[in-house]
């Protein structure tokens, strides 16, 4: 695998040749990148969680980190958007998918906190792949432990900051609770974007703000348009080190369909993608609940993959 042609730099090897090995062709890492075993370094890790365990409606999401990896093979090494080569100017590899216990949450999130501990060692940048959304807050505690208490951007349909499923605190509805209960979020420059659909209580609003999260509303982006979205985004995350949390159903089904809980009225993924390339600062992101038995066309990995793509460029700036 390691011998085949690369778009590499003197910086970085970079993802396999396209013009030399068909797209189709070649390893299954994420667009095609070296794999993190055959480098010596790295400044960019992506990891696949294949954990669903916490999910409170359609299961599927332990299969997304592979159904992101192979949408992510139409991907080109340059970003006109925001004119870097994101594989060129840093070293950006595949550490392949977490080993996580399907049948014991609790385990799980001590190894996927371990397991994240690692490849953040040495200043290292991490970009997970899920699995549903329990595993933010593993990742939460791993990033925690190096950066201190960072901006958790959170792009979702729903606030995840519920209490207890079925008495259950660990679950795919409530890591940023656990994660605001345990101080790994910065309390003051922490928020919601894309937040829509019905909810079990107003109260549920005012516990978020509690917990520490500006909530940027569906209904307010389409009121005030998208550069007053950014305006407040922006302002809010300030210059705290960022955490990106992207729960794929952020999007209107329409440009996510497969996913566990889809809600009617979301962002389209231009939306998304432009709102993303205004960031710095990110020091780790997931993109998560990608549940490819209910995809069809790849419309739902295409866009991850893609969001897993600007979010690799935002991390080139600090490169
Ligand atoms: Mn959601
Ligand atoms: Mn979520």
Not at 123 to 135: K, P
Not at 178 to 200: K, N, T, W
Not at 225 to 246: E, I, N, Q
Not at 278 to 291: G, M, P, Q, R, Y
């Amino acid at each position: 695998m390691d011998e085949l042609p690369r778009v590499s730099t003197d910086k970085a090897v970079g993802p396999v040749d396209a013009t030399m090995v068909p797209r189709f062709a070649g390893p299954p890492t994420f667009a095609r990148l070296p794999t993190l075993s055959s480098l010596d370094s790295a400044d960019v890790v992506i990891a696949g969680v294949p954990f669903d365990s916490g999910v409170s409606y359609r299961p599927g999401a332990r299969f997304g980190p592979a159904h992101i990896r192979q949408s992510s093979r139409l991907l080109r090494p340059f970003n006109p958007a925001l004119g870097v080569a994101p594989f060129g100017v840093q070293q950006v590899a595949d550490a392949g998918d977490i080993a996580c216990n399907p049948f014991d949450i609790a385990s799980a999130i001590g190894q996927i906190e371990a397991a994240a501990s690692a490849l953040l060692a040495g200043g290292r940048r991490l970009l997970a792949l899920g699995g549903d959304h329990t595993v933010a807050l593993p990742l939460l505690r791993a990033v925690h432990a190096v950066h201190g208490p960072v901006a958790v951007l959170h792009f979702d349909a729903h606030l995840d900051t519920w209490d207890t499923y079925f008495g259950e605190p660990y679950t795919h509805g409530t890591p940023f609770r656990r994660a605001a209960e345990e101080s790994l979020l910065d309390f003051q420059h922490s928020v919601h974007v894309g937040i829509r659909g019905p909810l079990y209580d107003s109260s549920d609003l005012a516990d978020s703000a509690r917990l520490g999260f500006l909530a940027i509303h569906c209904a307010e982006i389409e009121r005030d348009g998208l550069a007053a979205a950014v305006s407040r985004m922006t302002s809010r995350l300030g210059s705290a080190p960022v955490y990106v949390s992207v729960d794929i159903d952020v999007l209107d089904p329409a440009f996510a369909p497969g996913t566990g809980t889809p809600e009617a009225g979301g962002m389209t993924s231009r939306e998304l993608l432009a709102m993303l390339r205004t960031l710095s600062n990110v020091v780790a992101a997931d993109i998560v609940e990608v549940a490819p038995a209910y995809d069809h066309a790849e419309i739902t990995g295409i866009a991850a993959a893609h969001v897993a793509y600007e979010l690799v460029s935002v991390m080139a700036r600090e490169a």
